[in-house]
T-cell receptor
Framework: DSGVTQTPKHLITATGQRVTLRCSPR?????VYWYQQSLDQGLQFLIQ???????AKGNILERFSAQQFPDLHSELNLSSLELGDSALYFC?????????????FGPGTRLLVL | AQKVTQAQTEISVVEKEDVTLDCVYE???????LFWYKQPPSGELVFLIR??????QNEISGRYSWNFQKSTSSFNFTITASQVVDSAVYFC????????????????FGKGTKLSVKP
């Protein structure tokens, strides 16, 4: 158990809908990362937050947004969902968000868009 | 541009065989960090090891060992006397320091190598 929690574990929804994925980092970690794992693209970095502020953006679509709250939990919002958004979404956390730190991953949220 | 290549898509071995998973990386940074993660069939990503670019010492942890060679930009992972429980997808990843003057630490992953260990 990494100490990172993600809810829900599974999500099935329809095209055009909006969903919210939630992540709680390990106790003491200030930085949260979101990654998407799909069969064709592999594991891709979406966005990073540090202590409530956005720090880095990767290949995140404009239809996707995220935030980190004062209690350090984070939410990833996916809107106008398309079939291609079906993937496993991981949240990871690290202490300070620096490159040398180990990122610990949550169990993931498996999203299926029908 | 930064990149991680795991050329072996799938490897199948019989229990007790040794197996090496290859990882080749590309980066223009002089300071960077390399990682290996394991993704068992249950789906979670489990951290295995971190290595920084200034430390080329090989590391051994039980049946696992890692060989880092800057000259060939490789960070290979060997499992000795493989077991069925080693069956998983293994990912090599890279993070770079100071690319944007800040301390963002996103990981760049390879495509992964699926290891099947048969009894």
């Amino acid at each position: 158990d990494s100490g990172v929690t993600q809810t829900p574990k599974h999500l099935i929804t329809a095209t055009g809908q909006r969903v919210t994925l939630r992540c709680s980092p390990r106790s003491g970690d200030l930085s949260v990362y979101w990654y998407q794992q799909s069969l064709d693209q592999g594991l891709q970095f979406l966005i990073q937050y540090y202590n409530g502020e956005e720090r880095a953006k990767g290949n995140i679509l404009e239809r996707f947004s995220a935030q980190q709250f004062p209690d350090l939990h984070s939410e990833l919002n996916l809107s106008s969902l398309e079939l291609g958004d079906s993937a496993l979404y991981f949240c990871a956390s690290s202490v300070g968000g620096s490159p040398q730190e180990t990122q610990y991953f949550g169990p993931g949220t498996r999203l299926l868009v029908l | 541009a930064q990149k991680v290549t795991q050329a072996q898509t799938e490897i199948s071995v019989v229990e007790k065989e040794d197996v090496t998973l290859d990882c080749v990386y590309e980066t223009r940074d002089t300071t960077y960090y390399l990682f290996w993660y394991k993704q068992p069939p249950s789906g979670e990503l489990v951290f295995l090891i971190r290595r920084n670019s200034f430390d080329e010492q090989n590391e051994i942890s039980g049946r696992y060992s890692w060989n880092f060679q800057k000259s060939t930009s490789s960070f290979n992972f060997t499992i000795t006397a493989s077991q069925v429980v080693d069956s998983a997808v293994y990912f090599c990843a890279l993070s770079e320091a100071g690319r944007y003057g800040g301390s963002q630490g996103n990981l760049i992953f390879g495509k992964g190598t699926k290891l099947s260990v048969k009894p």
